[in-house]
Every structure is written in C-alpha cells, then in structure tokens.
C-alpha cells in the first residue's frame, strides 16, 4: 500500500469502523490501516475554510504510531480517540469560536490583510547572563550608581528630537513618543533643528550647553502635524503618538522590522539609587523595550512580543519558546491576487497568477505558533528561564517537532505491516527512535541503540539508590560539571538548528563520560547531589517515563530545581583524558602480556608540575582505585629511576673495539654519578684483563633508566610510571580485591543498604587468615563490616561457595545488621532518643536482646545515659517479654522497627525481638 504525504485538515473524533469487541482480535497493522481508511474517508465531512482543497490521502504520522503501542489495552473507543487526537491535529487552531478551524494560510492572509493591526511596546528586563527575558517578580534592587543619558535622535534629514533617560533604555529607543499636550522646544543649532521637552532645555542650558538662537515653543499637537511625511501610529488608549521616519511601506506589513535609528549621546548624569538584579544569577539586569505587534482577528484580541513575551485578556505570559532564534518561516505570495500562504516552492494560484515566494517571516508575528504552544504548555508560570529551557523546553520541542512550524514530520513506509515487529517494544524506546529518524524507515539498530542508552541511565539512577548522594564537590565532579554545562549550550543552540540528531548524539556522550569514567573514578563513593540533579533534569526529555517515576518514587521535585553555572578548570579538563588514557594503555599491556586484568599494579607514580600536585592529591584515592593500585606516588620529580653509564661503541679506537663487551660489563658495576663526577674533572680509567682503559667523556653517555619491571606511559600533561611485578604481597592483595568483590555481589543480591553493616563469615582457610589479617582494620573501616569470623560451619543469611578465589575454594557467608532498624527499635523504649539508640547501638548493644543480658549499672557506663533512664528501661523490659504485632489495613508489621512481615516468624527478621502473634 503505498501512501502520500499530504496534510491532515480534520479533527477528530471520528467513527472508527471496528466493533469493541474486536479491539483485542484484529492485529496491530489491520488496525492502523483501518483507521488510515476511516479518517481519510471522514476528512471530506468536516467543516474546512472557504476555498481550501481537502486532500483524500495522508501518510499516518510518527505520533499516530507511537501512542499506538501502549503498555495496557485500551478499554474503550472513546479513550482511544481522545489519545489520538492530541497527535492528529497540531496545525489548525480554534479561536474563540469553538466551531471555525483554521488552517495556516487562513491566518496568514487574515494576519496581513487585517487592518488591526500596530506596533506596541512592552518594558522588562534582560539579564547578560541567564540570557533571559525577566519579569518584575524575577528581579530584586539594590543600591547603586546609574546614568541617565542626554541623546538625539534623528528623525528627518536635519531633525533630532532631544531625549533622557536610562542609559539601558535610550540605548534601544527606535523612534518618540510624543504627548499632543506637552509643550515642546525647537532650538536651531546650526544646520540642525533640535526638539525636546520644556524639562530637558532647562536641565541642558544648565549643563552650559550654548543655545545660539532663542527657542520656540510649539504644542507636541504641533510638532506631530509638522511631520507629515513622518509616520505617527497612535498607541492603543494612550494620548502620545509614536513618531519614527523609518518606517517604509514594506516595512510596515514587517511590523517595522529593519528600522535604522541614528541614536548620538550628548551627555550624561551620574545618580545613586536602586539598580534592578537578576534573581537567579544574583547580577545586574538592564531595562528592556521591547516592540510587539497588537493584532485583533475575529473577536479575539492579543499582543504578541518578539521574545517570549505574550499577553492574552490582559495577562502577560511568557511563553515556552525563545521565537528569535527560530529559522524564519517561508511564504508565498501570489503577484495576482495577494493571496499568502505556507510554502517553499514556486507554483501556480487559483486565480491564474504565480505564488513566489518573496518573504520569510520571523515566526514571533505569527500567532499560530504562538497558540500552538500556549495550548501545549501545561504550567503557565515562567516558562522561559534556563530552569524551564533545560526542564521542559526539550520534551515540548520533540512534540511540536512533527509540526515544525507547520511542516509535518512524516516516517515513510510502503507497507505498515513493518510496523508490527516492533510493536512489543519498550514505548518509550520506539519513542526516541521515531524523533531522532525523522524520516525513512526504523531499523533493529535502533532500538538495540536507545535500548542500550536507557539501561546506562538506569544504572546511574541505581548507582545512586545504592550509595547515596552527599553535597560537597571534588575534583571530578568540577570536570563532569563542565562536559554538562556543554551539553546545556547545545540544548540551546537546538533551538536554533533543529538539529535533533546532534542533539541526542551529545547526550550519549555525556551519559556514557558520566557512566564510563566518572562513575569508574568515582567508584563506590556517593554521587554529587548537584550532578545528580543535572543528569535527572537533562533526562527528562529523553526519557520522561523513567526520569517521572524515579522521581515519584524518591519524591524529587524537579520544579525545585534550578541550572547553575560552574567554573571549569582547564587543566583539570586535560588531565582526566589523560587519566583515562594510561588506564587503557595499562589494560592493553596486561593482555599483551599475559597478566590477568583483575591483578593490581604493585605501584603507581604520577610525575606532574609542582603546581598540579594538588589537584591530583585531591583524587588520590579515586585514581588508586580507578588504575586498581596498591599504592600510589604523586611527585614533581620521580627518584626512582636509575642513573646508568652507557658505552658509545661507535666513539671505541681500534685499539678498544675487541673489548667492547668486556669494558661494558665492568661499567655497568661502577656508580655511574660518582664516574660522571670523576670523569667531569679528567678521565676515567678502568682496568680491563690487567690492561689500563682511559675512558673519556667522549665514549660515554649518562641516562636514566626504568628499574627492572617498570614501565613508562609519557602523556601530554603528565608521566605515569608503574610496577608490574607480581609478587607475593600482590597476589595476596589480588585475592583481597576479588573476595571484595564476591561480598559487594552478595549484598546487592540481599538489598543490602549502602551505609549499613555486616558480619562475614568465611571458611577457617590458614592461608585466607594471612591474607586477611594485614587489612582487617581498612575492611571494618571502609567495607562496612561489624565483625569477621573464621569457622568451618557457619550461619548466615546468605551462604555462597566460590572457586576461583583461591585454590581449593571457600565459602563466604555475609548477614546484614540491619543498623537502621535496630535503631529505631531501640529508640522506641521509653525515654530513649534517636540519639540515645545511637548510643546504645554503638558501644555494643545490637538489639533489645543484647540490653535483657546486662545490668542497668553496666548499660549505664558503658552508654554514657544516665543511670535513673536506665532503669526505667529495664523495667519496662521485665515486665514485657514479647512484643504484640500490628495489623493495619491487613498488612503486618514488626511494632519496634516497623518493617513489614510477610510470614508468621516468632522473632523480628530486622530488630530480633521476640513478636507476639495472640
């Protein structure tokens, strides 16, 4: 079946002719098909502009596809029509009248042809560096100095009107206003007329400013009459007139597009008040005028302004895109008739003559893209800070891409049976995979591509649930700051191109920097908080679905969040490639060599510049764990190598050549810094088979060499050197390294938490015993292990056998403390804090359990709590010897630390204590 592109003009709901109970029976390409039929065949009932065409055919869009492929049936037609509708109609629009349904050239021709149509202004804000349009409620004031500029303003040959104001206002002025009741002076300067208020020729004259000729006065009535061939445009219910001589008629259909205002500053005036400042970034923000359009068509009324800016019914509202940065929208004119409408290529009209196409709009004057996306917008707050661009402008983008400023985006398929393969795929997945095609068929690449993309973000938000954020920044952090403040200026720069697959090819990259390296360095420590908040927000266009209910889930408002700006340190920005370089080297190494990759490096130097050597120390542990160290050197000037003396064969007399070997084998025996000092002073003489050698400098060289087992990778920024032996203290440490990680598995497998402790069992191994016992104090320390014990039997919640461990295998068995709710059990005794069951906890008394064995006198001491709480704990405990459980809503819970039961266990899985069932 093959199918044309061409554009929907009709609105649903439609009658699809399927019966309900057939919904779950026809197949997936049966049913897209039927519904092509159905809405190509109601298109020609549905109420259309006078003199539009009404096209029989259409290709189905992306979006018509995609909701297609829902997770749950769907239960009934009416659920169904209203999903697709929201993707069936992106280019008409509904005025105030809920019947008329306009197409774009429609609105075009009555957006030009209207006579309702005049330049306004509106005064806000710009700040620098958010680069943002800002409202009053975004800006605050603080005390400080401003100018006040004295300027003319050409507007006739030898004219200039006299203006002051704000230094950030006159700067932008592109014509006056005139008030037809003030009074107004003319001064002759020569061959120059100038015109101002009565106030500003007072304020000059005392500024010594020479007026040669007495002045006269005029009425601005009078002034605006003097210009005839000046365009004067009155403001809407304001008594002034805009008075500009730039405007030419092509001009004025452009909105006054193009004006050429001649602004010269004269003088100025120094004053101290309140200066307004950005909100956000805390700087200055200068006072913008910005000119829009008041257009009325039909019964409705709006205000449309160039950057973001909208007003509707008299309310402002700042709308979701930055309009200026838009390619400009391409239009075709008739030469006959005037008729105006959409359209990149030259055709014939209806009325015999030719559309050219003479004109590319900015988009900011039409307001169908401004409807567009007020409908579109669901939170009608400030939409267009870099908060809202980097939170929803991307994810409102990919929706309104299909429309593209009225230009559909079409997949072209010759048979839509091709789309049931991949109707049981992740939606969310088919989703990127249909925005970032465009256009031409979805291959299985495709979806293995953003498949393998989604899952990386997956394991950074597990990453995350497994070990926790903190605030404080390192030097890591700095260098993954900078790649996402990149990735932000791309979003922007989107904008602009609308280059969608660049766009998601840079997020890859960030994704995969973030997993790949950061994630690798940064091993087993808490993530920031503050990338963490990026890589959610930057996300959440890509894949909503995810990014929404992970944060239901760990209740992160994304509304809360806001983009800041962070440094870069430029070094920093070379020195982790180079990290990540030697590391690749060093793996490369390891396989060309046999040595398996799991074994640690014996020793790791990194030779820097004196000045650097903090920056690395910072991350001296990452790196050790990063390179899988032992230990770790950060120097200016490794001291290591050795000073050797190398025979120069080719500098040998005649008489010396047959001893080549010989005199080669006695240097090497020889102090080569003492020879060199020797040899400085005179020559040196060696003796040879009794035979006296005199060595000059001339037949000798001194270098530095790697000592035996080392190797040496020389980056642009650094030199790494690293031992490769593999001795006994490594293999030991080796076999540390993999136990290690046999345990961090099985605690994943039991959802161990982070931050709580364990006890861990392993088999009573002599060998393991020695292997152990040098770190024992770093495995409670840093592990999270409350105790080790070594036994043949053993119990624990979970008991596994590993071969490759060491030779013979061994068993390890872990069980979780479960500190958190041990805790809280604690702190539900009578009189006892959270911060007292912190106590208790941490000088020995594990559980109720633990404190029914003791005293109150020896619980006393040893906790520190006075004697008399004390006391009072142990006599709540006498009397209670089980504890009943509760029952809300069916459900089953532990009453000390509150975790759910779901089977009948006489003693608590989390706090041990004793449960009563009666």
Known sequence: MSIEKTRIRSTLPINLPIKKEDIYSISYSDFILKLQETISSTIATKKTPANKLTPDKLIIPTDVVVPVTIKRPVMNFTELIEYLSMFTNPFLISSADQNAIWSLDTIIEKLFKTNSIMVIKKSTYYCE??????????????????????????ISDDTYFIHSGLEDIVLQISGVNINPDSIFIVQNLGNEKWIMENYIFEK??????????????????????????????????????????????????????????????IDHETFEGNIPHCNYCGRRVTKRRLKGVYVRIGSLNFNIFPKNFINISKKDILISKDFRNFPKIPLLECDKCGKIEYGFNEKPCTCGGMMKRNYSYDPYILPLGVYEMIKSVKNRGVLNHREFKHRFLMLALMSE?????????????????????????????????????????????????????????????????????????????????????????????????????????????????????????????????????????????????????????????????????????EMLERFIPDLIEARKRILNLKIKEGIPLSTPLKKLIIEVNFKHIPLLLNIKQNILRYFNAYSIEITEKWMGLEYKVKLKRENLGEIYKPFANMIENVLSKIDAKKMKEEIEKNNYEIGVEGNLITITPQMVEFIYELPKNYEMIDLPNFKIFFDKEVDKKIEDFGVLRKLLRRIASMKKNLKVEYDDYIDLFLSDSKLLRNIIDPYIDRLVEEYKIRKIKFSDKFTASLVMSYNDILEGGIDVGISPVYKKYKIKSLSKLPGITMEDAEKIFSSGFYTINDIRKSNPKEFSDKTKIVLSKTKIVFEYLENIKSFHVLNIKGLNYCPMCEVELLEKVNVCPRCEVHLDWS
Request: charged share 35%; glycine share 4%.
């Open 129 to 154: 560096y958010c680069k943002t349009q800002l409202s009053n409620r975004d800006v605050h004031m603080e005390k400080g100095e401003y100018r006040v500029l004295y300027a003319k303003i050409r």
């Open 401 to 569: 891409l299909k429309s593209n400023f009225f230009s559909d985006v079409f997949i072209s398929y010759t048979d839509l049976k091709d789309f049931d393969k991949f109707k049981d795929k992740d939606p969310e997945v088919l989703r990127i995979s249909f925005i970032s095609k465009m256009h031409g068929k979805i291959h299985e690449n495709d979806i293995r591509r953003f498949s393998k993309l989604k899952n990386i973000l997956i394991n950074i938000l597990n990453y995350m649930e497994i070990y926790g954020t903190r605030d404080n920044e390192n030097i890591l952090d700095m260098w993954i700051y900078s790649k996402v403040e990149r990735f932000k200026v791309n979003m922007e720069k989107f904008i602009e191109n609308y280059d969608f697959g660049k766009l998601l090819r840079d997020y890859e990259n960030l994704i995969m920097s973030i997993s790949r390296d950061y994630m690798k360095i940064n091993r087993k420590e808490k993530i920031n908080s503050g990338i963490f908040n990026e890589i959610v927000v930057l996300s959440y266009p890509f894949f909503p679905s995810t990014i929404s209910s992970f944060s239901q889930k760990h209740q992160i408002n994304l509304n809360d969040f806001r983009v800041g700006r962070f440094s870069v340190n």
């Open 204 to 265: 000059l004259k005392e500024k010594t400013i020479i007026f040669p000729s007495k002045p006269e006065e005029k009425k601005g009535s009078e002034i605006i009459e003097w210009f005839k061939n000046v365009k004067a445009i009155s403001q809407k219910e304001l008594p002034t007139k805009f008075l500009s001589s730039e405007f030419s008629d092509e001009d004025e259909r452009l909105i006054g597009e193009n004006e050429r205002v001649e602004v010269e500053i």
